[in-house]
């Protein structure tokens, strides 16, 4: 099911103890997740964020996602928690996995705990949490970084690359060898990421709200995973995500807030 950011709820009870530098977490889990169960999800889920960002508007986020024994994943969600649309990225398995993983390039608009929930298809959630500190820019209500005209000529426009997909980052050794039999699909997407919070330096008005609401992934022409987007994605943002080694082929649609449709395929003959 494809869900629109603008309707995810921007406020979520976790079974987990809120950290003691988090006070949003509460709220923001009770209003998206009510009165389910959020399991310690640290065995199964790795975070990579940086200590400090050295770019708030530009900020990788990555995780590796494997589920319980005998259970299979079925969608998996990035929170900002202190961003201002929380819900930063949601994604969901067409095609449910044992495991997971994404990286992708963010806005984080002031330091914030971040949360990554993974529900599996019988419907348990697990959470792990992270924290990351940024200098202070402002991301979300950053000028943009690149000429609007510019930006809406290429705007849409993708490139797939593909490369082995090992492990990185804090916690990523227990779940290595995961990595080893995926490999890493890498989308570049040209698109200004409009948050309708940054002001244009010359005209002094607001740049209305514009962003990549939704891309679909089919691999072998089957869906696999839907990405939905929100305003915490970068300007001309980078996802990328684990995809199984045999992949033969990959093709890519994706959808603005403004309904440009885009789409692009890539062949791996040979892998």
């Known amino acids: 099911m494809k869900l629109s950011a603008l309707t ?16 949003s977490w509460p709220d923001l889990s009770a209003a998206l997740y009510d009165s389910r169960t959020l399991n310690d999800g640290a ?9 400090r960002t050295a770019d708030d508007a530009r900020t990788q986020v990555a995780a590796q996602v494997s589920a319980p024994d005998g259970l299979l994943l079925g969608s998996v969600t990035l929170i900002l928690d202190e961003n201002p649309m929380p819900v930063s990225a949601v994604f969901t398995l067409d095609q449910p996995q044992p495991r997971f993983f994404f ?18 298809t019988d419907g348990q959630l697990f959470v792990a949490e992270a924290y990351v500190k940024t200098s202070g820019q402002g991301a ?11 930006a809406l000529a290429t705007l849409g426009d993708m490139t797939i690359s593909i490369d082995q997909l090992t492990g990185s980052g804090a916690g990523a050794d227990k779940l290595s ?11 570049d997407i040209s698109h200004p990421s409009n948050s ?18 939704n891309v679909e992934i089919d ?3 089957a869906d696999y995973v839907d990405l939905t987007g929100s305003i915490s994605l970068s300007e001309n943002p980078r996802v990328s995500l684990g995809i199984p080694g045999q992949t033969q082929s990959v093709d890519v649609t994706m959808t603005d807030t403004d309904g440009t449709v885009t789409q692009a395929e890539k062949r791996l003959t040979g892998y």
């Open 43 to 51: 065995e199964y889920i790795a975070i990579d964020v940086p200590y």
């Open 196 to 213: 309708g919070m940054q002001m244009n330096q010359i005209t002094l008005l607001f740049v209305p709200m514009r962003y990549v609401e």
């Open 219 to 221: 691999l072998d022409g």
């Open 177 to 187: 060898a995961l990595s080893l039999r995926q490999r890493r699909l890498d989308l």
């Open 8 to 23: 995810l709820p921007v406020l979520f009870a976790s079974a987990l103890p809120a950290l003691a530098y988090d006070p």
């Open 140 to 150: 979300c209500s950053a000028p943009p970084g690149s000429d609007l005209k510019e």
């Open 103 to 120: 990286d992708v390039t963010m806005r984080v608009n002031g330091p914030t705990p971040l949360h990554v929930v993974a529900e599996t």
